[in-house]
């Protein structure tokens, strides 16, 4: 199983998560290509080697080329990303990044998620850094992401709202439920972009995996600290055994008997937008022969408190319960075989070493069933032949 692990002993920040990401082997010249696709003006990304502590890794720098005074909201930065050119995975990765910051803001301010406007994180480089994380994390193909203790500095840190104490209100309220550690170093070593790309990629926080590394990547980041060298390091390598990939995570219920039908399809769409793994409803005969369902939501540890306000809010249930849970995966990987549709994305899943299932990318089977008018399972059944030709050969 590939993995990262990100070892967050001086924090993390937008720009120090792209220059590990570029140290561990993503092209510039593909990130900047990528990131073009967002149709953003006013902008450039200078890439550099530098040091610190004698330390040699990579700095990356998102130059705003013009100056702008906007302050985009949650919806502003949707359209940007969706109306991209980006593949579907980067824009659901990029957009699950910042829901963690809008749902964080929601709460430091009291407001509604649909008001928040952005400040710092809605700029351009901001919106560069969100996205970048996603090209690079995709263009990677690891299988999961293991975070260390986070380092959040200490000090206070000036912002549209004035001298506020590190960490910043929304970086606490997107790292709550992950191991940290503070005052490490004086200054704002992790900022709410940095806390929410290690919050929407991890899959296990606080402790090293037993892992067989291949490479290390360094983020130079743009402080200076006379013993603690400011630089973000991450680890890519090999998760040793198909135990690695077993973690804890969080089963939320909740027995509804008495909500409109049509909602489930709305608050599901939330829940997965606010980072669930898995969303699904069970059909259950509750008290005095009532039909109900119960609504089960598999998340991550950390991010459970999000999806209750949304269950709370959107649902018409009054209690729901919690259960903490080994959730075990089958080791996986993707690659690319030729077919008389051009390349198709496939799908492998591994366990033990073995090879236990093998399939199409269903998304993109549909949009060339749709493109061509042909049965979808025509053109599964197509590509599945081509695999097992292919094997047959190989």
């Given at each position: 199983m590939k993995v990262l692990y990100y070892d967050c002993f001086s924090g993390i920040s937008g720009d120090m998560n792209l220059g590990a990401m570029v140290d561990l082997g993503i092209d510039t010249g593909f990130l900047r290509s990528e990131l073009e696709k967002l149709r953003l003006e006013g902008w450039e990304l200078i890439s550099e080697k530098s040091q610190r502590h004698g330390i040699t890794g990579t700095r990356i720098t998102v130059r705003q080329t013009r100056?702008?005074?906007?302050?985009?909201?949650?919806?502003?930065?949707?359209k940007i990303i969706t109306g991209s050119a980006l593949p579907d995975k980067v824009k659901e990765l990029s957009m699950k990044i910042f829901m963690k910051i809008a749902q964080a803001e929601a709460a430091v301010h009291g407001i509604p998620l649909e008001v928040v406007h952005f400040h710092e994180v809605g700029a351009v480089d901001s919106i560069i850094d969100v996205t970048g994380a996603a090209i690079c994390f995709v263009a990677l193909g690891v299988e999961a992401v293991y975070v260390s203790e986070v380092e959040l500095g200490s000090g206070f840190v000036n912002c549209d709202h004035g001298r506020l104490p590190v960490p910043a209100p929304a970086t606490a309220e997107i790292i709550k439920g992950i191991p940290v550690r503070v005052g490490g170093v004086d200054f704002e070593a992790t900022t709410p972009t940095g806390a929410a790309i290690v919050t929407a990629l991890g899959t296990k926080f606080g402790t090293g995996p037993e892992l067989t590394i291949t490479k290390t990547g360094y983020g130079i980041g743009h402080k200076e600290h006379p013993v603690v060298p400011n630089l973000l390091?991450?680890?890519?390598?090999?998760?040793?055994?198909?135990?690695?990939?077993?973690?804890?995570?969080?089963?939320?219920?909740?027995?509804?008997?008495?909500?409109?039908?049509?909602?489930?399809?709305?608050?599901?769409?939330?829940?997965?937008?606010?980072?669930?793994?898995?969303?699904?409803?069970?059909?259950?005969?509750?008290?005095?022969?009532?039909?109900?369902?119960?609504?089960?939501?598999?998340?991550?540890?950390?991010?459970?408190?999000?999806?209750?306000?949304?269950?709370?809010?959107?649902?018409?249930?009054?209690g729901m319960r919690s259960f903490e849970f080994n959730k075990d995966t089958l080791a996986r990987e993707t690659f690319k075989v030729d077919t008389i549709y051009g390349e198709v994305t496939v799908k492998r899943s591994f366990f033990g070493g073995k090879q236990v299932s093998v399939k199409p990318e269903y998304e993109e089977c549909r949009k060339i069933a749709s493109e061509r008018n042909i049965p979808v399972k025509e053109v599964y059944n197509n590509i599945i032949s081509v695999i097992v030709n292919n094997k047959k050969q190989s």
């Open positions: 100056h702008e005074h906007v302050h985009r909201h949650l919806s502003d930065i949707e390091r991450v680890f890519m390598g090999e998760a040793a055994g198909d135990n690695a990939r077993g973690h804890r995570a969080v089963l939320l219920e909740a027995n509804i008997d008495d909500m409109n039908p049509e909602f489930y399809d709305h608050i599901s769409d939330n829940l997965f937008r606010a980072g669930a793994a898995d969303v699904f409803f069970t059909q259950i005969i509750m008290k005095k022969g009532r039909p109900g369902v119960i609504l089960n939501v598999i998340c991550e540890k950390g991010s459970e408190n999000k999806l209750k306000e949304i269950i709370f809010t959107e649902s018409t249930t009054l």
